[in-house]
């Protein structure tokens, strides 16, 4: 057995009926398509989504959510024309600069996991500094998905693991669940026990693959620029409706 902490993998599973949840994931989904169906260019749709964000951010400090992990950019959205990601990159780095300030007044804690030598420098940067001007805040940590993929995440994993076994700090019988979550990006965190994704689109896209074990996923037409509180609210109460049934099942 490995000296790390117990695993997180089953917050979920030992939920009592009715819990609210302590970590809601959202994969962001529909900016495009909230767009082209008012004419409007991509741009102005990621624009309204992140507006989207800062309502997901106050709401779920609201619904007592205790982490809100929100998957921003993929691996693979660098395959996406150089003019949306630019677009996209200039949003982030304009909603650090003015609403960092803001979010550390609100208690959140903010923290950025994903390949960060794929992100533009000033942008690591301020990921940076918000990440220290925020460090000592508990009432919600919020963690942005950027550059980020699961598979690649779970690889690294790996490697950390093989290097520390050639480097003779440790055996390959000493490799369990719990030594595997310590050295993903989420390692200081519960595993999500709500999954969200909008826009109707039902995938995980290479998304917490391993810390999805137990969570409940809940799908929504909603397109992201238009997710709102109720629709957040109503994410958390058909998980809660959920975790009763599998309560009484259990009982
Ligand atoms: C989600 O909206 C936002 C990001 C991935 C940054 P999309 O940009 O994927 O919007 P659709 O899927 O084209 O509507
Ligand atoms: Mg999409």
């Known amino acids: 057995m490995s000296s790390a902490p117990a695993p997180s993998t089953s917050s979920a599973v030992v939920t009592e009926s009715g819990t609210r949840p302590r970590?809601?994931?959202?994969?962001?989904?529909?900016?495009?398509?909230?767009?082209?169906?008012?004419?409007?260019?991509?741009?102005?749709?990621?624009?309204?989504?992140?507006?989207?964000v800062k309502r997901a951010v106050n709401s779920a400090g609201d619904l007592g959510i205790e982490y809100l992990t929100l998957f921003g950019f993929s691996t693979e959205n660098w395959l996406r024309p150089e003019d949306e990601v630019r677009d996209l990159m200039g949003l982030l780095r304009f909603y650090l600069q003015v609403e960092i300030t803001e979010l550390h007044r609100g208690g959140v804690r903010f923290k950025v996991i994903g390949d960060r030598s794929q992100l533009p420098p000033d942008t690591v940067a301020l990921i940076e500094q918000s990440e220290k001007l925020t460090a000592g805040n508990s009432k919600l940590v919020l963690t942005v998905a950027l550059s980020y993929g699961s598979r690649k995440e779970i690889v690294s994993a790996a490697r950390a693991l093989a290097a520390e076994c050639m480097a003779g700090n440790m055996t390959p019988d000493q490799i369990d669940e719990a030594a595997f979550s310590q050295r993903l990006f989420t390692h200081d965190m519960?595993?999500?026990?709500?999954?969200?994704r909008t826009s109707g689109e039902q995938r995980i896209s290479n998304f917490l693959l391993w810390q999805i074990a137990y969570t409940e996923f809940v799908f929504t037409p909603t397109l992201w620029p238009d997710f709102s509180h109720d629709d957040l609210k109503a994410a958390v109460e058909t998980y809660m409706t959920r975790e009763r049934r599998y309560g009484a099942i259990n009982a």
Not at 23 to 52: E, F, T
Not at 190 to 196: H, K, N, Q, S
């Open 190 to 196: 519960p595993d999500p026990d709500l999954l969200i």
């Open 23 to 52: 970590h809601v994931a959202i994969i962001l989904d529909g900016n495009g398509r909230w767009a082209r169906a008012r004419g409007l260019p991509r741009a102005a749709g990621h624009k309204r989504g992140a507006d989207a």
